[in-house]
């Protein structure tokens, strides 16, 4: 069975060689694209043994960007069985307690397109120190809160079109033991530095995104509101077991009741409390 990644990049010299490690060593670096969208920053130079596709740089359009990404993932499905699309700052991990790696995971799907369980992994500041980009992120973070805007369909046996974001598409939500860890407030300084990066660059029409062009106050603000919420150690992340059975059960709900809709879950929908990263996850991102 062959599976591809794929991300699509501007300027991320500080996400883009962990995903390239992550996924090179879940499928191989030859099987791992790499779309950079005219970045100035060479942070695509040092990706040796990935496939570069370099395009034109232009105002970010996020309904142009899922259109393309739909089409150039939909083309690789002629010669691979699956393809993984995240963006550069998300990995995906398959649940350690049902499978070594997401190729066994996906080797058994019974769905065509699987639905992760997308987590925000947060920086306890000042607790924690700032990220090492050496070390495996799950070593230095502990807390993590589940969204639905992360549960994302990312890995595809058949085209799909995804909506702007990427947060939905036009197949059925299935979810599998597969989990999205989402790293953009993984680290304040990085998160400083991206906010920066986002309120400055060009959007199309469409308009930005709200989320990425909020001010260094309100995002220190946001971040303090979530690391005071109630945080909850010792859950099982297991999809077969409370609470996330239910949470996810709900969610596919509402997903059928939302199934003409653009964005089969709601994007604003969280989980007021944090989760501690269970222990057989550490190590694995």
């Not at 002629?78 to 993984?84: A, I, S």
Request: hydrophobic residues 40%; aromatic residues 10%.
């Amino acid at each position: 069975m062959k599976i591809a990644a794929v991300t699509m990049v501007y300027n991320e010299a500080h996400f883009l060689p962990r995903w390239v490690r992550h996924y090179a060593a879940q499928f191989g670096p030859e099987h791992c694209t790499v779309i950079d969208h005219g970045s100035d920053d060479r942070c695509t130079d040092a990706s040796s043994g990935v496939n570069l596709l370099r395009i034109p740089r232009s105002p970010t359009d996020e309904p142009q960007r899922a259109k393309f990404i739909s089409t150039f993932c939909a083309s690789l499905l002629n010669w691979y069985d699956w393809v993984v699309y995240t963006d550069v700052d998300e990995v995906l991990v398959a649940d350690p307690a049902h499978y070594p790696s997401i190729p066994d995971l996906l080797s058994v799907s019974p769905h065509k397109v699987v639905t992760a369980v997308g987590l925000n992994v947060h920086h306890d500041d000042p607790r924690e120190p700032p990220i090492d980009p050496a070390r495996p992120v799950s070593k230095q973070r502990r807390w993590t809160m589940l969204v639905a805007a992360m549960c994302k369909p990312v890995a595809i046996s058949q085209p799909v079109q995804w909506a702007p974001g990427f947060h939905s598409s036009d197949a059925p939500v299935e979810f599998g033991p597969l989990f999205l860890f989402h790293l953009r407030n993984y680290d304040t300084q990085q998160a400083l530095l991206r906010l920066h990066k986002t309120r400055t660059m060009p959007w199309r029409e469409h308009g930005a995104d709200p989320n990425a062009i909020i001010s260094d106050d309100e995002y220190r603000s946001r971040m303090r509101q979530i690391m005071g919420q109630a945080r909850n150690g010792g859950l099982p992340f297991d999809i077969d077991r409370p609470p996330l059975t239910g949470l996810l059960e709900m969610l596919k709900k509402e997903s059928e009741q939302r199934k003409d809709e653009v964005y089969k879950l709601r994007l604003s929908l969280a989980l007021p409390e944090l989760w501690e990263l269970p222990q057989r996850f550490v190590g694995t991102f």
